[in-house]
């Protein structure tokens, strides 16, 4: 009799525990439509920003990426934007920017260009971003097997190619005492 009623509390634990699972789960899957606010971003500081890029990698890293409804996200934001951060990113199609961070519509600004190097136009829109959009962080993401880097390392010429190497190449000269090998 002791054994049954032992057997049949470990089975309640059990209902209840499966039950919290599947509420957990439920929470889980339903894609958040919310979107960035003046008043949320306003109450952010740069290191809350990055602890928040930085738990947003881990999720992407495992496979775990939250789930977004982006069509109710788009209509939501239509009326301003109000994000976090202003991430510089080469242009590496292997490195989607809001997902390595897991960040959704109207989170981050961003700006790619081949080498994630700045000029006065990148400049310019990260004080956009800052001074009257209100961001909190300028975020450079470089990469692993980039092709601009590579490029400019093995001094490549052509077209258009050519003039934009050449504003990575003082980063170059820069690490020439480097001992590892550089056009990885
Ligand atoms: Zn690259």
Do not use: W, Y
Request: aromatic share 4%; charged share 25%.
């Amino acid at each position: 009799m002791k054994k049954k009623l032992l057997a049949m509390a470990s089975m309640a634990v059990f209902l209840i525990s499966c039950n919290q699972d599947n509420k957990k789960q439920e929470e889980k899957t339903q894609p958040v439509s919310h979107v960035m606010t003046k008043e949320e971003q306003a109450k952010l500081t740069p290191d809350e920003v990055l602890k928040q890029f930085i738990e947003g990698n881990k999720r992407f890293r495992s496979g775990i990426t939250t789930v977004r409804d982006h069509s109710e996200q788009v209509r939501k934001s239509a009326p301003g934007q109000f994000p976090k951060a202003v991430i510089l990113s080469c242009l590496d199609s292997r490195v989607p920017v809001e997902d390595v961070f897991d960040q959704g519509l109207g989170d981050v600004f961003v700006g790619r260009v081949a080498g994630n190097f700045v000029n006065e136009d990148q400049l310019g829109s990260m004080e956009f971003a800052c001074k009257l959009a209100g961001a909190k962080l300028v975020l450079v993401m470089g990469h692993q097997h980039c092709g601009a880097i590579k490029g400019a390392i093995d001094d490549v010429k052509l077209g258009n190619i050519t003039a934009m190497l050449a504003k990575i190449k003082p980063a170059v000269k820069m690490s020439q005492d480097f001992q590892g090998k550089k056009n990885i």
